[in-house]
Each structure stands twice: as C-alpha cells, then as structure tokens.
C-alpha cells in the first residue's frame, strides 16, 4: 500500500503562486509514475500533468501548460506542483495520484493510477 498526503494550498489571487507538495509513505517503492489531477465544484475530476518515475517524461494539460510545472524528489518520496500564474479558473480541489504499472500509457486518466490522496483545496480569487 502507498499513502498520499498533499499540502501547500490555500487562498491566492490572480497572477500569485503557490507550490502544492505530496509525500508518499508506505510501499514508496512500487511507485512509478506521478500525477497531479484537480476537480472543481460540480465539474469532473480532471488531469494536471504527470512525471515518470525518473523525472524524463514530464506532460501537462493543455491548460496549465507554461504556467505549471511538476517535479519530484525520489529520496524525499516527495512529488511537487509549482504553479504560477494563477487564475481563477485554477480553482479546485487538486489530487496527487501515484501508478505501479511500469508504462507511460495513459497517464491523462485517473483510472490509471492506483493510490490517491485526500486532496488539497486551491482558490484563487479575481
């Protein structure tokens, strides 16, 4: 098993930044690929961007795409989001989710990933 803990949002304004963190524990070995997904209120959960296992394949969602930007640190078992430029349409609950499977198939969809966490509120505000 692989536990998920995010951190880092909160309230901003338009054009600020925040950096979104996730910890992994557990089984942290099995872990290959890294996601970032978000949902907003009445809206379905939708994919942010995600990073293999070894920081080489980095893709991101059309939306966020030079505004965002991913990384991870292996040997702190730790995944990151930095995201400048905010907007409010960035508001959302955002979700860090982690894949077993060793391939870098369809890492757009949730239902790829095998463990998730709790989630961690961002808004931003005009």
């Known amino acids: 098993q692989v536990q998920l803990v995010e951190s880092g949002g909160g309230l901003a304004q338009a054009g600020d930044s925040l950096r979104l963190s996730c910890t992994a524990s557990g089984r942290t070995s099995s872990i290959y690929n890294l996601g970032w997904f978000r949902q907003a209120p009445g809206k379905e959960r939708e994919f942010v961007g995600y990073i293999s296992w070894n920081g080489g394949v980095i893709m991101y969602a059309d939306a966020v795409k030079g505004r965002f930007t991913i990384s991870r640190d292996n040997a702190k078992n730790t995944l990151y989001l930095q995201m400048n430029g905010l907007k409010p349409e960035d508001t959302a609950v955002y979700y860090c989710?982690?894949?077993?499977?060793?391939?870098?198939?369809?890492?757009?969809?949730?239902?790829?990933?095998?463990?998730w966490g709790q989630g961690t509120q961002v808004t931003v505000s005009s």
């Open positions: 989710a982690a894949r077993t499977r060793r391939t870098q198939v369809g890492m757009a969809s949730s239902l790829q990933y095998d463990y």
